[in-house]
């Protein structure tokens, strides 16, 4: 039996006994199981019931000598002799619980009323101040009166967005009217976004994979980046109606028209079959960044693209701060995270093959190419340029909803 599985069986022993077992037998059973699988059986055996290596210990050297355990000449009903052990340190020292939670208040995360609190102090540090005062008391009964005040570890947790637009809830009923209104008219919905950059190269990449023991991935010790093989910038074009994605892997800087190439890219290869017949395209994108709704150069991308394509792109943008909602992110984005989690990106055809080979049980279909292009930055978009952009504002937040048109 393999140690996974002699552990899963230990663990369910234990747990199949604990409304039968008494605290006096624990130990004992616990020391039995120990002995019976020999080598390595005290560490098997602790971390599949969370019994301490001492208590078990205990309980060998009381199997080996009987004759001197002192539990022996307990009554049934007596778990151990009357007044053994220490007291406890609250009950002996009366203000240690109070100067603890004085000491913690200030640094207090989360509503006092929550039923669990937590604080970003160590133990070690606690410990430490309370014994200016006099209190005698280790890191560890710290630990245990933190959790009996109802205190845990607790990781950040991004929540706060800053503040919120007056017309946010607005903008996504009107992004959800607008997607409907083209699915119901066969026209095409894409949600477009750029990863964040990745580094090409023998370097760490977060995530576990399965490897045989003892025998992981060796990666580079600093995450310098490979002066040769530099950065690459994924931009993804997900399809909300099929969904499909496209994804570019660009190795230059993320610009408006690295974004509008990615789209018209999935328009050749993915979505012009789909959709023969089709004379306008929704495109729903984040508020900032290269596809912002305050940047010319974005709008002037956008009307180079609808001129090559021939179609009138309808344009909504997420309210500020609410990027997270945008499909593409968690539709598609985040599987390819998970698809290549502990997978050191060495190559850029690496990172190609690994975005497109990303599937789901639920149905996942990406396709994925190398964009070696060279996009300019510092494009400087003048007033008779944009004056010549065909782009029609909508009555409802004109700066977050127009169409751009092609050229006659």
């Not at 390595?40 to 210990?57: E, F, N, P, Y």
């Not at 007596?78 to 004085?102: F, I, N, W």
Request: aromatic residues 6%.
């Amino acid at each position: 039996m393999s140690r996974d599985a002699t552990l899963e069986a230990v663990r369910r022993q234990f747990e199949l006994l604990r409304p039968l077992r008494t605290e006096r037998m624990r130990r004992p059973w616990a020391a039995c199981e120990a002995m019976t699988l020999q080598r390595g059986g005290v560490t098997l055996v602790a971390q599949a019931t969370g019994l301490s290596r001492t208590t078990i210990g205990t309980g060998m050297r009381e199997l080996r000598h009987p004759d001197q355990v002192p539990a022996a000449c307990l009554p049934p009903q007596r778990m151990r002799h009357a007044g053994a052990g220490r007291p406890c340190l609250e009950q002996s020292d009366s203000t240690l619980v109070k100067d603890l939670e004085a000491l913690v208040e200030a640094t207090t995360r989360g509503d006092p009323q929550a039923p669990l609190r937590w604080t970003c102090k160590s133990t070690r540090t606690l410990a430490a101040e309370l014994q200016h005062p006099g209190h005698s008391v280790s890191y560890r009964t710290v630990a245990a009166l933190l959790h009996d005040l109802d205190y845990s570890l607790q990781a950040n947790r991004k929540t706060r967005e800053g503040s919120s637009h007056p017309d946010r809830d607005a903008q996504f009923e009107h992004i959800n009217w607008q997607v409907r209104a083209f699915q119901r008219a066969g026209q095409p919905v894409v949600s477009v976004d750029t990863k964040k950059r990745e580094v090409v190269g023998d370097f760490k990449n977060a995530g576990q994979e399965w490897r045989p023991a003892g025998t992981p991935e060796e990666v580079r010790a600093k995450d310098f980046p490979d002066q040769r093989l530099g950065k690459v910038t994924p931009a993804g074009v997900y399809d909300l109606t099929h969904h499909e994605g496209w994804v570019s892997v660009g190795m230059d800087h993320n610009t408006s028209p690295f974004v509008t190439e990615t789209i018209r890219r999935w328009w050749c290869e993915m979505g012009k079959p789909l959709y023969a017949d089709a004379d306008r395209l929704l495109v729903t994108v984040d508020a900032g960044g290269s596809n912002g709704y305050r940047g010319r150069l974005w709008k002037g991308a956008l009307h180079q693209l609808a001129n090559t394509i021939g179609l009138r792109i309808t344009v909504c943008h997420f309210p500020p701060g609410t990027s997270k909602w945008n499909k593409i992110e968690h539709r598609m984005f985040c599987h390819i995270t998970k698809n290549w989690r502990g997978q050191p990106l060495r190559s850029r055809a690496g990172i190609v093959n690994l975005i497109g080979n990303t599937k789901r049980k639920a149905g996942l279909y990406i396709e994925a190419e190398l964009d070696s292009n060279a996009y300019e930055i510092g494009i400087e978009v003048t007033d008779a340029d944009l004056s010549a952009i065909q782009i029609k504002k909508d009555k409802f937040h004109g700066d977050w909803n127009y169409t751009i048109s092609p050229k006659l």
